[in-house]
Nanobody, 123 residues
Framework: VQLQASGGGLVQTGGSLRLSCATS????????IGWFRQAPGKGREAVSC????????YWTDSVKGRFTIARDNAKNTVYLRMNTLEPGDTALYYC?????????????????WGHGTQVTVSS
């Protein structure tokens, strides 16, 4: 199982980024794929997830209405579109996968974690 996160970078407040999580080695369309983030000096938090049945969840109130998660089963890839970025979104973003197929805000429920991609939003 491999999860490769990409798309992070440095943007100004109000800018946009699209993170990608390219996967391989498992039955992609049956897994729940999500994003967690960890800001410097803070704990890890669940951001969003899309289940094997394409049900989406957003757990961080501050991203609701600004972030959109979607999956492309043909490319085995999940995307996180992030609009109107704020300095508070600065973090290392991790792509995660769960064979159980349902989404959870609890990190240990995800069996697989990719390396993170850094998002930095300047004020």
């Amino acid at each position: 199982v491999q999860l490769q996160a990409s798309g992070g970078g440095l943007v100004q407040t109000g800018g946009s980024l699209r993170l990608s999580c390219a996967t391989s080695g498992f039955r992609f369309n049956s897994y729940a794929i999500g994003w967690f983030r960890q800001a410097p000096g803070k704990g890890r938090e669940a951001v969003s997830c899309i289940s094997g049945g394409d049900r989406v969840s957003y757990w961080t109130d501050s991203v609701k209405g600004r972030f959109t998660i979607a999956r492309d089963n043909a490319k085995n890839t999940v995307y996180l579109r992030m609009n109107t970025l704020e300095p508070g979104d600065t973090a290392l973003y991790y792509c995660v996968a769960s064979p159980a197929g349902y989404c959870s805000a609890y990190g240990p429920d995800y069996a697989y974690w990719g390396h993170g991609t850094q998002v930095t939003v300047s004020s």
